[in-house]
Structures are given as structure tokens and as C-alpha cells.
């Protein structure tokens, strides 16, 4: 509430200013002199006019640069979840590989097993040959 009275007060303050400018001007036509003060107070207005209308711009463009920055904020947003979907995606796919070469390694003990236990059997047969040979 205090801020919108404040902005009125300014706009209010702005305006007889502007009024006040006016008449400096409409005298300065006529052909009338001016004094000191007011040809401080027109040069003032002219600098307060000029610092305005780069105010206005700098605003413009603070709210253009604010908005190119959320633009690239969300998009940096979405680029970042689809980067983690991929990672747990990835992840997800090493942890099914590891059970898959953990599954592997116990194949090929197993295998491993059974050739040492067919190796075991083949040479008490060849012992067992030999002896009723001799």
C-alpha cells in the first residue's frame, strides 16, 4: 500500500514538473528571458528525462535478460533430468551385466568342477585298466 502511494506521490510530482517545464518553455517562445534558475531547472528536466528514458531501457532489458535467463534455466532443467534418467539408466544396465558375469563366473565354476571331477574319474578307470593288465 505505502509503495503504490509512494509511485502516486512521484507520478504527482512528476507531472508539476512537467508543468512547471512547460510554462519555462512556452516563456522562452514568447521571447521572454529566463532566468539562472530557470534555465537550470529546463537543463534538470532535460537530464532527468534523458536518465528516465535510459532507466525505461535498462528495465527493458534487465526483463529481457531475465527472461533469456529463465529460458535457460528450464531448459538447463531439463537437459540435467534427462541426463539423470539416462545415468540410473546406465546404472541400471551395469548392476543387470554384473549379475549376468556374476552368473557367468559361477557357470563356468561349475563347468570347472565337473571337468576336474571327470578328470578325476578318468584317471582312477585308466589306473584301475592298468592294474588288471598287469
Do not use: N
Not at 90 to 109: H, M, S
Not at 114 to 131: G, K, N, Q, T
Amino acid at each position: 500500500m505505502a509503495e503504490h502511494v509512494a509511485s502516486i506521490g512521484v507520478d504527482v510530482i512528476a507531472s508539476i514538473l512537467a508543468e512547471y517545464a512547460k510554462k519555462i518553455v512556452d516563456k522562452a517562445v514568447r521571447g521572454e528571458r529566463l532566468s539562472d534558475w530557470e534555465v537550470g531547472f529546463l537543463l534538470m528536466e532535460a537530464t532527468r528525462r534523458t536518465l528516465e528514458a535510459r532507466m525505461d531501457s535498462i528495465e527493458k532489458r534487465m526483463a529481457s535478460l531475465e527472461e533469456s535467463l529463465r529460458t535457460r534455466m528450464e531448459a538447463l532443467e531439463k537437459r540435467m533430468d534427462v541426463i539423470e534418467k539416462r545415468i540410473e539408466y546406465v546404472e541400471k544396465r551395469i548392476e543387470a551385466l554384473e549379475r549376468r558375469v556374476e552368473g557367468l563366473e559361477a557357470d563356468v565354476k561349475q563347468i570347472r568342477s565337473s571337468m576336474d571331477s571327470l578328470r578325476d574319474l578318468i584317471i582312477a578307470r585308466l589306473v584301475e585298466a592298468l592294474a588288471r593288465k598287469s
